[in-house]
């Protein structure tokens, strides 16, 4: 065991509901070991303009009291472009000496957690990554923070433009977040009960042409068969120009008109569900558990309900894909679809 006399956290890149529940933790587990917890606003620029602008605060448990429930970060996130140059990261490690922090927790993805991996040259202190990401394209963890919330969020997005789109028997391309991650797409696309689910595991830009005459063939079959409401939905960055390009193309090859629709930055917000209070709290504990225990350059990570621990640059590789059972299903639901026309 090490001893561990302040530890520094903060929350960076995209927000994630449950990041408030992981800071939390966190400050409940160090205070039960006597380590006080010193947060630093607006990620890692809070550590790169700490001099210039007052960035910390000592958290106390008065300022974790009840916010397990809310979205978004209390120590507010942002991207941080000092970090990719080796000023910044001079500057961030001697805030972190001048403001005697013993260890630095970051709640974030994969570029935050790179940033961890560059300061790491600099700085000699622990290092520890907690995963706060929709995107859920970490290795090494079955879940991040945030995703099964971003996933609900999505889900009850699309059940409302199912209403409208059956009101009016109407097609609708839901383009849905997840950066170059299909987690989200083929989560949410399989439990709305999609009839298209287009994603980086079932698609190749390569075969657009092809994959869109596919498309117009099976909407316009659809729409023979049965009147009803037909939905797509498609991952961000799959398709040149998103949904709404999707939507161009399909009236110009096929006549066929579609709704566009980008569900954005709703998919961040909003109060975290169970799943992910659950998960942030687990993690914010074993964050500073493994910090007491002289842990350094590592992820928490779930491993089928149990927590582990994942090196940092094993954590950023993004080998993780979506399971081939959820690719599967679709194809099978797709198959039977076009075999039944129900």
Not at 127 to 154: K, R, Y
Not at 183 to 209: P, R, Y
Request: some cysteine.
């Amino acid at each position: 065991m090490t001893t561990i006399k302040r530890i520094a956290i903060l929350t960076s890149g995209g927000d994630a509901p449950g990041m408030n529940a992981a800071i939390r933790s966190v400050v409940l587990a160090a205070h039960h070991f006597h380590i006080d917890v010193i947060g630093f606003y607006h990620g890692y620029n809070g550590l790169v303009c700490a001099e210039s602008i007052n960035q910390t605060k000592l958290l106390t448990l008065n300022d974790v009291n009840n916010i397990i429930h809310r979205g978004g970060t209390i120590l507010k996130s942002a991207r941080c472009s000092q970090m990719l140059t080796e000023s910044g990261l001079k500057q961030a490690a001697h805030t972190l000496v001048s403001e005697n922090i013993d260890a630095l927790v970051v709640v974030g993805g994969d570029g935050s957690f790179n940033g961890l991996l560059a300061l790491k040259e600099y700085w000699q202190g622990q290092l520890i990554g907690v995963p706060g990401t929709i995107d859920n394209d970490l290795d090494g963890t079955d879940f991040t923070i945030g995703f099964t919330t971003a996933v609900n969020t999505a889900i009850e997005a699309i059940d409302k433009i199912r209403d409208t789109a059956d009101a009016f028997e109407r097609i609708f391309i839901v383009e849905l977040m997840g950066r170059h991650s299909g987690h989200i797409t083929f989560n949410v696309g399989i439990a709305c009960g999609a009839e298209q689910v287009l994603s980086f595991e079932n698609f190749s830009v390569e075969d657009k042409q092809i994959k869109l005459q596919q498309l117009a063939d099976e909407i316009k079959t659809a729409q023979e068969n049965r009147h009803s409401s037909y939905i797509i939905v498609i991952a961000e960055n799959l398709w040149p120009g998103g949904a709404i390009e999707l939507a161009k193309e399909l009236k110009q090859a096929a006549s066929i008109d579609c709704t566009a629709c980008v569900l954005g930055h709703i998919q961040r917000g909003g109060s975290p569900v169970a799943k992910d209070r659950l998960l942030a709290t687990k993690m914010g504990v074993a964050a500073v558990q493994a910090l007491v225990d002289g842990k350094s350059n590592i992820m928490i990570a779930e491993q089928n309900n149990a927590i582990s621990h994942i090196e940092l640059e094993q954590a950023v590789k993004h080998h993780k894909v979506v399971s081939q059972q959820l690719v599967d299903a679709q194809e099978n639901i797709l198959a039977l679809t076009a075999q039944n026309q129900y």
